[in-house]
């Protein structure tokens, strides 16, 4: 069956530092790939989009990056801030019918330390 | 502003009382989902609708039903919800465009009693 991993042990960084998530797929071919942040008791934010076709995405201090044959996406925040620290949240789209349902990972908690 | 909302933000509800909890979206998007999200899960759909077109998820219980009037509301009703029932209750919408973003709302966390 398909499978989304996210790493459920919290990553701790201290601020200025570049974090790195990381979201491993199985069993699953996605057309995209999004990343999201998730508040505490908040609904989640989507942050980029990458498509099967990208190697990789960039927006201000977030980059994304897209391996399919590792079946991989990294996710990085650099210079990161204490106001980075949430849950982020991976989800993936197929190409299939409802393509445009995407199903999310469990996320993985990132707190900055100043 | 644009936006996706969630009435109540917490609701109490008892054992096998139905209970329903309500989502509007200012964003006129076709696309409307609930979503149930458990500590340190991940949202799980329930359902979603394409505008009138309601689609169920395989294993959604019978429990949990569904209504959308108009393009701007839509309904979870909780028939008779069980203990394993509370959770964190997600509406988003979106444009039905494969990779489009999807908008939360806040959420509504649901306590069964």
């Known amino acids: 069956s398909q499978k989304i991993e996210q790493n459920s042990e919290a990553l701790n960084i201290q601020e200025g530092k570049t974090a790195t998530l990381t979201c491993n797929y199985t069993?699953?071919?996605?057309?995209?790939l999004q990343w999201y942040r998730q508040d505490p008791g908040r609904g989640p934010v989507f942050l980029l989009l990458?498509?099967?076709?990208?190697k990789e995405k960039r927006k201000e201090r977030l980059k994304v990056t897209f391996d399919t044959t590792l079946k991989q996406s990294l996710f990085h925040i650099t210079a990161s801030q204490p106001a980075d620290s949430a849950t982020y949240l991976c989800?993936?789209?197929?190409?299939?019918?409802?393509?445009?349902?995407?199903?999310f990972g469990r996320g993985t908690s990132l707190i900055v330390h100043p | 502003d644009a936006m996706v909302i969630q009435n109540p933000r917490y609701q109490v509800t008892q054992f096998g009382k139905p209970v329903t909890l309500s989502c509007s979206q200012t964003?006129?998007?076709?696309?409307m989902y609930w979503y149930q999200q458990k500590s340190s899960q991940a949202p799980k759909l329930l359902f979603h609708?394409?505008?009138?077109?309601?689609?169920n998820e395989a294993d959604t219980p019978d429990n949990f039903q569904s209504r959308r009037p108009n393009t701007s509301f839509c309904f979870l009703d909780i028939r008779s919800p069980g203990l394993g029932d509370a959770a964190m209750y997600l509406c988003?919408?979106?444009?039905?465009?494969?990779?489009?973003?999807?908008?939360f709302g806040p959420g509504t966390r649901l306590t069964v009693l």
């Open positions: 988003a919408t979106s444009r039905p465009i494969a990779g489009d973003e999807q908008f």
């Open positions: 069993n699953y071919s996605p057309a995209y």
């Open positions: 990458i498509r099967e076709n990208e």
């Open positions: 989800a993936l789209g197929g190409v299939s019918g409802g393509s445009y349902i995407p199903t």
């Open positions: 964003l006129n998007h076709n696309v």
């Open positions: 609708y394409y505008d009138k077109d309601f689609n």
